[in-house]
């Protein structure tokens, strides 16, 4: 929503620590940039949700240490590093692909009660055998199972709704 790359990312200047900016702007052009940007977003997303926390976290307390700096579209890599609070956290791993030029996809490894990281599937697998699967809406869906009947009224009112609904005046005429 914002009216250029450098307004949003002054916008969000809180949300990635000086190391991470000049990476983040050592890129060639804006959209390399931003490209930039969301790669290193996909890697604090996924350490909020491995833990377990929503956005109130500080995500200054994260920083990322990119690795390598170009990602090749469907090959999964290991190598990046993350500090938390200056020190490297060595019992996380993070898993970055590329899926296509536009998306990044990072999942978050770290060290959990009664699970070994050495044992499990994701590090079993072959080396060339794909880690990530694109799944479509259907695919998602194919299994669901309604839980109330279909209603063609709720429906037909839905979609007589406005696209952009326009805010509502708080006086009284």
């Known amino acids: 929503g914002s009216s250029s790359i450098p307004n949003f ?15 983040i702007k050592s890129m060639s052009n804006e ?24 956005i109130g976290f500080n995500l200054q307390r994260i920083e990322f240490n ?8 469907g090959k999964v890599y290991k190598e990046t590093k993350m500090l938390l609070d200056g020190e490297e956290e060595e019992e996380w791993t ?7 030029d536009h998306h990044h996809v990072a999942v978050a ?4 009660e009664g699970f070994m990281q050495k ?7 072959k080396p060339n055998q794909p880690q990530f699967t694109l799944l479509t809406f259907e695919d998602l869906v194919a299994s669901g199972i309604p839980v109330a009947p279909e209603d063609s009224a709720y429906w037909d009112n839905f979609c007589s709704k406005q696209e952009n609904p326009v805010k509502q005046s708080s006086h009284s005429s």
Not at 9 to 23: A, L, N, P
């Open 109 to 112: 490894l770290g060290k959990q």
């Open 66 to 73: 990119v690795s390598p700096l170009h990602l090749e579209i």
């Open 31 to 54: 959209w390399m940039q931003l490209d930039m940007f969301y790669r290193h977003w996909a890697l604090k997303e996924s350490f909020l949700k491995a833990i377990g926390v929503g």
């Open 94 to 100: 993070f898993e970055e692909t590329r899926l296509d």
């Open 119 to 125: 044992d499990s599937d994701v590090h079993s697998m």
């Open 9 to 23: 990312f002054h916008i969000m200047k809180r949300q990635f620590t000086e190391t991470e900016w000049s990476v």
